[in-house]
């Protein structure tokens, strides 16, 4: 029924989604698709996968593949992929849950390098290439809003994340700037699993559970520097 609803309101819109080569991303990709975009997915191997991509994503599609953390390979192949509609950025840091004090800082700071300053920097690096009536979609966490033990360095980028976000949403307009919030998703690991459990939704989440925010934040002309929260009541525990 949603899908049906969802048809033809992203008809032909040009969608990068960065980290759309597996979960949360390539969910949102198959929606978008759905819904009458046109998409170009890109992560470190996605143009390497690009017949998979293809059969995965049921569409025809353009696949490139780019570290986001590396400035030269970031401003070349946005100048191959050229001009977009919307920016979608999915990409996960690793980064193995562990209580503060045993973190690996190496580890720590890697995730943030990925997670933020890769966003920060696709996204300074993509003005000019997004239409001005276009919009960016970038992902948090809950981490960032609510303190689970063992989830400090998500939480910290999580929230630094949020905060970026609305700057931009005031700097980077008429472009708008939003921003996903999960819960858990799958796949499930034994760490979430754990914590899920006690939601009100008992569960984690399928990724395409949540990548139907993403396809909502890229229609609705009048969302801007907002956060939309899919988390299974996670927040309420
Ligand atoms: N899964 C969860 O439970 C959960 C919960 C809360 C928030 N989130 C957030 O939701 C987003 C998506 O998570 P997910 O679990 O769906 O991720 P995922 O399945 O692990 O996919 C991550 C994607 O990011 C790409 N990627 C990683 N590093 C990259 C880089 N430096 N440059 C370009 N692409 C890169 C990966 O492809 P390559 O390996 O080919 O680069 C892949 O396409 C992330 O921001 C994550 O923090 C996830």
Redesign the pocket.
């Known amino acids: 029924m949603l899908e049906k609803a969802m048809n033809n309101i992203l008809q032909n819109k040009r969608i990068l989604i960065?980290?759309?080569?597996?979960?949360?991303?390539l969910a949102v990709a198959k929606q978008a698709c759905t819904a009458g975009g046109k998409l170009i997915i890109?992560?470190?191997?996605?143009a390497e996968k690009h017949n998979d991509l293809v059969a995965a994503v049921g569409h025809d599609i353009e696949t490139y593949s780019?570290?986001?953390?590396s400035e030269n390979e970031t401003a070349t192949a946005l100048k191959k992929i050229g001009n977009i509609d919307h920016l979608v950025i999915?990409?996960?840091?690793e980064i193995t849950p562990a209580l503060f004090v045993e973190t690996d800082f190496k580890q720590a700071k890697q995730a943030f390098e990925?997670?933020f300053w890769?966003q920060y920097q696709l996204i300074q690096k993509a003005q000019g290439h997004i239409s001005q009536h276009g919009s960016i979609v970038m992902?948090t966490?809950?981490a960032g809003e609510k303190i689970f033990k063992n989830f400090s360095t998500m939480a910290i980028i999580n929230s630094a994340t949020e905060v970026l976000c609305r700057q931009l949403a005031m700097e980077l307009a008429p472009i708008r700037v939003n921003i996903v919030s999960?819960?858990?998703?799958a796949p499930k690991s034994q760490a979430?699993e754990k914590y899920a459990q006690q939601f009100p939704s008992g569960k984690i989440a399928l990724?395409e559970e949540v990548a139907d925010a993403y396809v909502y934040l890229m229609a609705n002309p009048y969302t801007t520097g907002i956060s939309v929260v899919i988390d299974g009541g996670a927040r309420l525990i």
């Open positions: 960065v980290g759309g080569s597996s979960g949360i991303g890109a992560s470190r191997n996605a780019f570290d986001m953390t999915t990409a996960r840091p990925t997670k890769g992902t966490g809950i999960p819960g858990f998703v979430v990724p």
